[in-house]
C-alpha cells in the first residue's frame, strides 16, 4: 500500500523559516522521484519543487528559487522542503507527490500560513 505521510507546516512571520517532510512507502521500487506542488485557494495548484530518485536532478519552480531547497534521505525514505525567506504569497497547502507507473499520489497536505 503506497503511503506519503506529511509532517511540517504551520505559522510563521514573513523571513522565517519551515521544513516540511514527506515519507514515501510502499512502492516495488525502493526510491521514487518526488515533487512538493502547493496550493493557495481560488489559485490553482502549482509545484513548486521537484527531485529525481537519487536527487540527481533538481528544479524548482521561479517563485521559490533561492529560498527553498528540496533533499532527500534515502535510508529514511523522505523527502524534505526546506523553505527560507518565506514570504506572505507563500501560504497555501502544500502537497507532496509522486508519479509512478502512470499513477499519481498525494500526501494529505499540510497548511503553511506566513503571517505577521
Known amino acids: 500500500q503506497v503511503q506519503l505521510v506529511q509532517s511540517g507546516g504551520g505559522l510563521v512571520q514573513p523571513g522565517g523559516s519551515l521544513r516540511l517532510s514527506c515519507v514515501i512507502s510502499?512502492?516495488?521500487?525502493?526510491?521514487?522521484?518526488e515533487n512538493w506542488y502547493r496550493q493557495a485557494p481560488p489559485k490553482e495548484r502549482e509545484m513548486v519543487a521537484a527531485i529525481s530518485s537519487t536527487a540527481s536532478i533538481i528544479n524548482y519552480s521561479d517563485s521559490v528559487k533561492g529560498r527553498f531547497t528540496i533533499s532527500r534521505d534515502n535510508a529514511k525514505n523522505t523527502v524534505y522542503l526546506q523553505m527560507n525567506s518565506l514570504k506572505p504569497e507563500d501560504t497555501a497547502v502544500y502537497y507532496c507527490n509522486v508519479h509512478y507507473d502512470d499513477m499519481t499520489y498525494w500526501g494529505k497536505g499540510a497548511l503553511v500560513t506566513v503571517s505577521s
Open positions: 510502499g512502492f516495488t521500487k525502493n526510491n521514487v522521484a
